[in-house]
């Protein structure tokens, strides 16, 4: 009675008084301390136990397994069998399937399975579970058709068991086929549906749940709310918590922490907070929620902060909210905040959990220490898809493509994330053919592309212009179902812009129908790209109309289109409108794109006033095109006063260089073109010789200067010859004569 009513000390008491105890006696004394965690304790009555029945060993193991310790409870069924006196029963049974289940030990299941049918054990459902939970489904399933008249608990067991065999819609239409349901079975169809991305029918779930009768519980709060988080849907999650709270008197720990998660990943921290310090009991997943929320939307200071506190609570940290707190160490750059919680998981002995493993590696990398990186790698005892992409991804961000590639030849195994990951590793580096190839290899290797895979090659194309391939590309995302995904049409819109196509990527900017601020800034940097000005404009004030508010970006495109368009006018407005409308900083790109408008308009001398006005020091791009100005318009003082800037600046870029001589060269001063080639010789700098390329029938055509290896490198100079002698220009038979002595 007593340790029913969590009076265990006075269990204990009584315990000691009785003279002779009885095996129940003993049985619920070991069964109570075990509900109380006290497993000591328990182990030692069990020890001083003169006769034990079944009830006893089961109740150890109960014990055991509750407690986070299902090794022990299988070692103590082995125990229990070589007994002479002890016959295991079926709660025995059930209770070491249980914990062979949580280890996910098939080859000890298999053994289980064969022990229960020599004994004759009924523990079918058991049997279900247990292989479930190992991972072998296929062997529940031949379980499950043998039995004549399933269990509800066994239908249930199915219900994930067929998410893992065959997908969540296997599991759907298993769920339409039950004789009956139970809260169970909703919640279980409920979770299964908002973890594998099928969010708003989880939500349509829970209300045909309700409609039916069926009360939900915390784990269906939970799944309900994790798919509001997933969604952002604000609005939805607070009309559930107005019916948690409607429904139930107490908000436990579960349904806390679904809606301190569903409020931070919104966005609104205050709510979250409230949940968080109104809840009488936290766990482990509310703190991480918390951590999370902070991190993301508030400071990384409070979310490290709230770390301490919940150690001096004191709640071991599991590995997923170590996960986080480095993240939060990665997002600002606190490399040796994440050393420190490095060592903390050594200390601790999770360091060689994969999440945490992984979360290492990614910080290190994020901050620029590769050979850490690389050491937390190597130090991994097991390593999954993700640990891999991680180091693809950390030697990609420090621009080392060669040793990502190397690390992705390595892999055992990929999946679509990993072969995404160095397409675009490739395709950000500017290896644009490597990245397509590995499209064409994934394709022959079975890999279904995904929207991620049409936005990368699509954006190769784009930086080669590719029309042609584009377009294959277009039109297989478009089989494939990803056309209308506007990451794909964002990518379209610009492959289309760079190639000159501007009708096209108009057609796809009005077809697509949820239009985001990358959608606009894609079709304005096009009408920009091509000379169109006052369509940029246009386009811009529909953007704010439309709701949508602008970005630095936004303007970059603004004003580049108002400066190819000689908008001078147009482009002050935009520029003081920034800041003034829209509270933007403006950057080196926006100054660049203002002297350059100025410039172009012969308006050099407020060009230089802009720059002197400038709030930080101008870089190279800022001089190079006031030079570029002054080049054009010949103003030869104030050109040698801008080269003079852009020399101070000692840039690696050998395009300044050139124009530095360049314009030396045009006003006549020899000396200062030699000291600039002199200076570009000692800094190792070397001019790439210039590239141009055309496709014609889907192959690209390479041509470069002093290059005549083209194998049709005849026919070309015949179209030379013969267009020079038909427009009869002494230009163009100039340029044909240079072109031939240089062969």
Known sequence: MYSNCDSIEDACRVFSEIQFPNVFTWNTMIGGLGNHGRISQAEKLFD??????????????????????????????????????????????????????????????????????????????????????????????????????????????????????????????????????????WTTIISLLSQNGYEVLALDMFVEMWNQGFRPNSMTYSSVLSACASLYDFDWGRHLHARILRSESVLDVYTGGGLIDMYAKCGFLKFARWIFNSLTERNVVSWTSLIMGVSRFGSEEEALLLFNQMRKVPLAPDEFTVATVFGVCTSCKESFLGMQLHGYTVKTGIEYSIPVGNAVITMYAKCGNLKHAKLAFESMPL?????????????????????????????????????????????????????LKLYITMLRQGIMPDWITFATSLSACADSALLQLGKQLIAQAEKLGFGSDVSVANSAITLYSRCGQIDNAERVFDSTSCKCLVSWNSILSGYAQNGLGSKVIEMYESMLKGGCQPDHISYVSILMGCSHAGLVQEGRHYFNSMTKDHGISPTHEHFTCMVDLLGRAGLLEEAKNLINGMPFKPNGTVWGALLSACHNYGDAKLAEFAASKLLELDLEDSGSYILISNMYSDSGKQEGVVNVRKMMREKGIQKNPGCSWIEVNNRINVFSVYDSNHPQIGDVIKMLEYTARETDDATSCLLLDTFLDTL
Not at 391 to 419: C, K, L
């Open 383 to 435: 390593r999954d898809i993700i640990t891999w992409t991680s180091m693809i991804n950390a030697f990609s961000q420090n621009n080392d493509v060669e040793t990502a590639h190397e690390y992705f030849d390595q892999m055992a195994e990929r999946n679509i994330i990993t072969w995404n990951s160095m397409m675009a590793t490739y395709v950000q580096k500017g290896f644009w053919e490597e990245g």
């Open 48 to 185: 001083e136990m003169p006769v034990r029945d079944s009830v006893s060993w089961t109740s150890m193991m109960s014990a055991y397994f509750n407690n986070g310790k299902p090794e022990q409870t299988i070692k103590l069924f082995v125990s229990m069998i070589k007994e002479i006196n002890a016959v295991p029963d079926q709660f025995s049974v059930t209770c070491v399937m249980k914990a062979c289940g949580s280890l996910g030990y098939l080859t000890l299941a298999t053994q289980l399975h064969g022990f229960v049918e020599k004994c004759g054990s009924s523990v079918a459902s058991s049997l279900i579970d247990m292989y479930i939970k190992c991972g072998a489904v296929a062997y529940a399933d031949h379980i499950f058709l043998r039995i004549p008249n399933p269990s509800l608990f066994c239908w249930n067991s199915m219900i994930y068991g067929y998410s893992k065999l065959s997908g969540i819609d296997r599991s759907l239409q298993f769920f339409d086929d039950m004789p009956e349901h139970d809260a169970v079975s």
